[in-house]
């Protein structure tokens, strides 16, 4: 079935069909109500990346993320998705595991599918990108990695302050020996988060001992960087996760270990996924508004759609520290024996 049976059918030409169905142009309505009704009768379905192609641009929006399995990459996606829907876009998906590999080669397929703009919600870079999207002229939001340039806006998080508060907050309940869990050191914004808390705990120093351990973005990534730390000898009254879903892992292995939260370890996440309220205890964390940082990117990336010269920008965001039952006051040295660390 394509649109030359439809116009056929109804007795109307072609581009009366194509205005229907595309919404554009002026038809009248009992001609629009004759066109819909045969477009239903035949099944007939509009061929979406033709009409790419005769228009040189489409209303499908791409994005990509590092790790759909983590909410924060999800929930910035349903932000951006939500809005695009309500505005007659398109969304196309793809995650890349955190490989500049599947980056690169994601971006490159979107562009193939000449979408009117990407949005790249990832945690990886590679340097060839920025190159690679101006030459194709493209509006694209990155989210922390990108470099605002020509049509490209990059959207940052102050991941250092949001640190900075949950350190501040620790030290204030008397923790003295903190531990930091996190993933992926090497990617920019995770790096940032790790060597924020390197710094701020280590201006602290002799008085805060502290250790940094790295496993996977998974809630048994942070399982099994706990169970690690707890069987080094290092005895930490404070775990500081790199992100939600690291601490929820954290507090399940702290159970197994049986040891409390807060009465004898504190943990403390980052970016307030939903999960965060729910876990036992809520975590104190700190809240990046996900979101809201969804319909920003849409924003920027339809209001550059058809904008051939225009500045790159740059926006910061600062995070709100949460304070909930999952942080409390230092335990004694005495609880942190050998039976409590030894019992797994």
Not at 74 to 95: C, N, P, V
Not at 143 to 149: I, S
Not at 160 to 187: D, P, Q
Request: net charge neutral; proline share 5%.
């Amino acid at each position: 079935m394509n649109v030359r049976e439809v116009a056929r059918h109804v007795g109307v030409s072609t581009s009366t069909v194509s205005r229907v169905v595309n919404g554009k142009g002026p038809v009248s309505k009992s001609t629009r109500a004759r066109v819909m009704k045969a477009v239903a009768e035949l099944k007939y379905h509009p061929n979406l990346h033709a009409r790419t192609l005769a228009g040189g641009w489409s209303r499908t929006l791409g994005a990509i993320v590092s790790n759909l399995e983590n909410p924060f990459f999800f929930d910035i996606f349903e932000g951006l998705e939500s809005s695009a829907l309500a505005e007659g876009y398109e969304t196309m998906l793809a995650d890349t595991g955190y490989e500049p590999e599947r980056l690169v080669a994601a971006i490159r397929l979107m562009i193939g599918r000449r979408v009117s703009g990407l949005a790249v919600l990832v945690s990886e870079m590679d340097p060839t990108l920025i190159q690679l999207l101006t030459d194709a002229e493209i509006p694209a939001v990155f989210y922390d990695v990108g470099t605002p340039v020509g049509r490209i806006t990059n959207i940052a998080v102050n991941y250092r302050r949001g640190i900075e508060k949950i350190v501040e907050y620790l030290g204030s309940l008397g923790h003295e020996r903190m531990a930091f869990v996190g993933h992926h050191a090497t990617l920019g914004p995770i790096g940032e988060r790790q060597r924020a808390f390197e710094e701020i705990a280590g201006r602290r120093a002799p008085r805060v001992e502290y250790r940094t351990i790295a496993d996977a973005d998974s809630f048994e990534g942070g399982q099994r960087a706990t169970r690690e730390l707890l069987g080094s000898g290092f005895q930490p009254t404070a775990f500081v996760c790199v992100n939600d879903v690291m601490a929820v892992g954290v507090l399940r292995q702290l159970r197994e270990a049986g040891l409390r939260v807060p009465e004898d370890v504190s943990v403390t996440g980052f970016d307030n996924i939903r999960l965060s309220q729910f876990c036992f205890p809520p975590l104190t964390t700190v809240h990046i508004p996900r979101e809201q940082i969804g319909r920003i990117a849409f924003e920027c990336l339809r209001s550059r759609s058809h904008r051939t010269h225009s500045a790159g920008r740059s926006l910061v965001i600062d995070p709100e520290f949460i304070v909930r039952d999952s942080t409390g006051p230092a335990a004694p040295n005495k609880v942190f024996g050998q039976t409590s660390y030894d019992q797994r």
